[in-house]
């Protein structure tokens, strides 16, 4: 039996992914996998003598003291320890387009309404850590409190190297480009239409199978990714626990000559060599665990009477804060408080009929007015109060939302790919006031007071 496992293994390496992954249902349960069948201790977490020879070594996501409903960590029985590396020194050339401390030397506030059309896939060869870049955010990981929003592009697998994120969790969004991220405690497949939250700490791979690949990626410093409570809405609904995947143990023993461990701390990025692969945890068990959700199974909730539900209704994940009902980073998808990013997977956004593309992104900071642009407002009333409800179909668009106030990266503003003319799409919007007592008011009521009504928050 070992010996079988041991050979499906040796011929099943990094980069090749086999169609049928095999995955873990469910959200915060205490998981256990093992590739080999007795490679996990019995009745211990760390015996004298592990079985197989193996090391033992705990992950933690959170303080040894932390809350038991509240503490994370996994315990990974592995060939030869994470330990065994080379000291870190700085990555060259350096990153220069990754932030993780959010101040007055390295990003801007910007108030404006800011969006982005889709960024080219570069020509050059570049993989996920080189593809990635930081759009937004607030807040410090020294300080463990705060979030950053990044967003990727990449044409070629990361070779002969493994990411590691000591800064935050990453929460990752492919729009374009499947990704196959192999970490320690298994393999993901990650389809556009998915995600998948990584969690701080964890070392991980990302494979492109269909080539050019881009997307989004969300980030929070001292803090985890949880389910929102669901109030009156009752037991089920939201995203189920149930429909989150969580991978199998897998591992590799091979020689890595002049492996990289890639480290990001501090917003930094430093390089550690090794010999072997990271990837070689035989079994494991706990609740500190990457994951994926597929989008698709999110069971909505809307106003099927009157007004208009606010967008907290379609939160997927939320990081909170020490304060109740404020979030560090909500996760929303398909409908547009706070501050709030947004990207498009497919489709169309429907508050946007022009210039919000999939691939592209926009950005509404606090108490900015923003809202339907000129064209989707004067179509929706064209059609009066009677207007009956119709089914938006083929699209996928999502928030990242936080209380926080966001400061921008000088690239992100200067980059080609802004659109300058996103203010238009709402310059057009007119006075429909039309009370015979007061028209000599109508050239007062400016743009803003449809804002208003919209969103200012």
């Known amino acids: 039996m070992e010996n079988l496992a041991a050979d499906v293994l040796k011929g099943d390496s990094l980069g090749n992914f086999p169609h049928n992954l095999e995955y873990q249902s469910g959200f915060g349960n205490d998981f256990s996998s093992e590739a080999i069948a007795g490679a996990l201790p019995r009745g211990q977490n760390s015996p004298l ?5 193996l090391y033992a070594e705990q992950i933690s996501g959170t303080s040894f003291t932390s809350p038991r409903k509240l503490n994370q960590r ?3 029985y592995r060939i030869k320890p994470s330990v065994t590396h080379q000291p870190f020194s700085p990555r060259e050339p350096s990153h220069k387009k990754l932030v993780s401390e959010f101040d007055r030397s390295n990003t801007v506030a910007n108030p404006t ?8 896939v570069p020509d050059s060869p570049t993989d996920f850590i080189d593809g990635l870049y930081t759009i937004c955010g607030a807040g410090s990981s020294f300080l463990r409190h705060g979030y950053a929003i990044h967003m990727y592009t990449a044409n070629k697998s990361m070779d002969n190297c493994a990411f590691c994120n000591a800064d935050g969790d990453f929460l990752v969004v492919p729009q374009q480009g499947r990704l196959w991220i192999t970490t320690e405690c298994g393999r993901l497949q990650v389809s556009p239409g998915e995600m998948a939250v990584l969690p701080q700490g964890f070392r991980f791979v990302v494979d492109l199978p269909d080539g050019p690949s881009r997307g989004y990626v969300a980030e ?4 985890h990714f949880q389910l929102p409570d669901l109030g009156p809405i009752g037991a089920n609904g939201l995203a189920a626990s149930r429909d989150f995947l969580t991978p199998t143990a897998w591992f590799e023993e091979v020689p890595r000559p002049g492996f990289t461990i890639v480290q990001k ?6 390089n550690a060599r090794q010999d072997f692969s990271p990837f070689n945890v035989v079994a494991w068990h706990g609740n500190y665990v990457p994951y994926k959700y597929d989008l698709s199974k999110f069971c909505p909730y809307n106003t099927v009477l009157v007004d208009h539900g606010d967008p907290s209704i379609n939160t997927v994940l939320t990081a909170p804060t020490d304060k109740p009902g404020m979030a560090l980073l909500d996760f929303v998808i398909f409908l547009p408080d706070g501050c709030e990013f947004m990207g498009l997977i497919h489709g169309g956004y429907e508050a946007k009929a022009d210039g919000f593309l999939p691939g592209g992104a926009s950005l509404h900071s606090c108490m900015t007015p923003h809202g339907p642009d000129t064209k989707t407002y004067e179509d929706t009333i064209a059609g009066g109060n009677e207007a009956g409800p119709h089914k938006i179909t083929d699209t996928m668009a999502f928030m990242f939302e936080s209380c926080l106030m966001p400061r921008t ?6 980059s080609p790919f802004r659109d300058h003319d996103y203010y238009q799409c709402w310059i057009g919007l007119k006075s429909h006031f039309s009370h015979e007592e007061t028209k000599d008011l109508q050239n007062g009521v400016d743009e803003t007071t449809f804002e208003r009504q919209s969103h200012r928050g």
């Open 113 to 120: 309404q800011l969006r982005w059309k889709p960024v080219d």
């Open 409 to 414: 990266c000088l690239w992100a503003l200067e």
């Open 49 to 53: 003598v592990c079985p197989f020879g």
């Open 74 to 76: 996994s315990w990974l």
């Open 265 to 270: 701390f501090g917003g930094e990025l430093f």
């Open 220 to 223: 929070v410093f001292g803090t």
